[in-house]
């Protein structure tokens, strides 16, 4: 039943392609799944060979096109703007926000098999989806459940790895020790220190893959356990799904629980790959890293205060509002308060992105689930006043591109609302997500054979003295 309702929801949304010739070219790979094979490994072997082709015709016809000028500017403005990098799973657009493989959210809570009917999406469809462009059945998501579930051992060594820190050190400092604990086992550097053929290369990348997205989530709620709960460890339930079983390790019970975990793993998992936890990902896979080192390169990223760290700050902002004015804050009282912090040489976190134009549609889907599930929450009445107060006074500041709420903005009030308080550990929940996207992307560039990646820099000298000979020419 869920798979002719997911086939139904297709056919509508292929029905809206024909109307925007724009989505069409985004969603031209994309498929239902009709086929009764439910092994994930043999559906990518089918499909390799296909896009391998593919973007051998494409450098070979295409090759020399150009894709845009680089400026003074970009160079030193963090690249902003400049195209360079091939990215598969997602793409990001500055007004529609992200698509995973041709699909925006919306249209992932509406296509991919969720736990109960009406249900968030199962963060091991969008997986599937993500590596094989295709939307999966049901079947084909449970039966990777289960792979995953199989998958998910982690050794003891690993655990002792993190008990030799502090307990006091920060959670994303335990969770990317861990990792690079699991790295031991590495399939790709077993195979490449005995000679694999290049054209494998991708075949150990997927087992580590799948085996680190199984895996990580045990290793972070150990950290978490550890650090809040006195060490008392939950073990896997059999029963339950990723995201479920993810928050049924970190210790809660609750459906709802449950259910915020699978939309917040899906909507998180990626955003295409100029960001820094994919950039660094994809950077360090490039010099043949096994999954485990780029991934753990890739945390050390998400733990920075201007990437995934972010979270962490929106709700610490909010409670602080709420400690100096009270919940039942005023609109102008609100007001002021943002424009002491804003004169206060501080940023509003939680507003503001470095590609998106408009509201971020990963805070649109949390905002509906607030209201779903908890519309009279006080800090949920307080992000939504949020909602309307800061953009006006952003735009007024004149300082930004992008006044409106992300990602970040949301989720925080959400967590603490069904018992995850510990702000300091959210970024920990960012990166077991992201384990989805930047290990999909890790075996795609491995099946293309992509190339170290090696951009020129350039000195202030070689830049002054370029703009000096251009204005003379």
């Known amino acids: ?94 007004d529609e926000g992200i698509r995973f493989r041709g699909l925006s959210i919306p249209e992932c809570q509406k296509l991919l098999p969720a736990a109960k009917p009406d249900g968030e999406p199962l963060p091991e469809g969008l997986l599937w989806l ?84 199984a895996r990580v989530p045990l290793v972070a709620s150990y950290v978490y356990r550890r650090m809040y709960k006195d060490g008392k460890f939950i073990p896997v339930d059999d029963s339950l799904d990723y995201g479920g079983n993810f928050s049924h390790m970190l210790g809660f019970s609750s459906p709802e629980m449950h259910e915020l975990m699978r939309l917040y793993v899906t909507i998180h998992s990626d955003h295409e790959g100029g960001n820094v936890s994919a950039h660094t990902g994809h950077l360090v896979g490039s010099a043949l890293s096994d999954p485990y080192l780029s991934f753990a390169a890739a945390l050390n990223g998400l733990a920075g ?91 007024e500041l004149g300082k930004v591109k992008n006044p409106w709420p992300n990602v970040d903005a949301h989720s925080g009030v959400l967590l603490n609302y069904f018992g995850l308080t510990e702000a300091r550990y959210y970024t920990v929940l960012f990166g077991v997500s992201r384990s989805i996207g930047i290990c999909s992307q890790l075996i795609w560039d491995r099946a293309l054979g992509l190339p170290l990646e090696r951009p020129k820099s350039v000195t202030m000298d070689w830049l002054e003295n370029h703009c000096k000979k251009a204005k003379a020419a």
């Not at 335990?174 to 220190?193: I, N, P, R």
């Not at 501080?346 to 509201?359: A, Q």
């Open 1 to 94: 039943m869920v798979f002719l309702k997911g086939v139904s929801a297709l056919a509508r949304l292929r029905s809206r392609v024909k109307q925007h010739s724009s989505l069409s070219n985004s969603v031209r790979w994309l498929q239902t799944q009709t086929s009764a094979d439910i092994d994930l490994h043999s559906q990518l072997k089918e499909l390799i060979p296909e896009q391998q082709e593919r973007l051998k015709k494409l450098r070979a016809e295409h090759g020399k096109v150009q894709l845009g000028n680089i400026t003074v500017d970009m160079v030193i403005g963090g690249m902003r703007g400049m195209t360079g990098l091939l990215w598969e799973t997602s793409l990001l657009d500055p």
């Open 130 to 213: 993500l590596l094989t462009g295709k939307v999966p059945s049901k079947a084909q998501v449970d039966a990777l459940s289960q792979e995953l579930r199989d998958r998910a051992v982690v050794p003891d060594y690993v655990f002792k790895a993190i008990d030799a820190l502090p307990v006091s050190a920060h959670p994303m400092t335990q969770f990317t020790t861990g990792v690079m604990a699991l790295q031991v086992q590495s399939e790709f550097q077993k195979a490449y220190e005995k000679g694999i053929s290049k054209t494998k290369y991708w075949e150990p990348t997927y087992e580590d893959a799948l085996s680190l997205i």
């Open 305 to 395: 205060p201007l990437h995934g760290l972010a979270n962490q700050e929106v709700l610490l902002w909010i409670k602080s509002v709420v400690d100096e004015c009270g919940e039942n804050i005023s609109k102008d009282q609100l007001k002021d308060y943002v424009w002491k912090t804003l004169n206060g040489g501080k940023v509003v976190p939680g507003f503001g992105h470095g590609v998106l134009r408009k509201t971020d549609p990963r805070y649109m889907c949390q905002r509906e689930f607030a209201l779903k599930h908890l519309p009279e929450d006080p800090l949920f009445k307080l992000v939504s006043q949020l909602y309307e107060v800061v953009p006006p006074i952003l735009t």
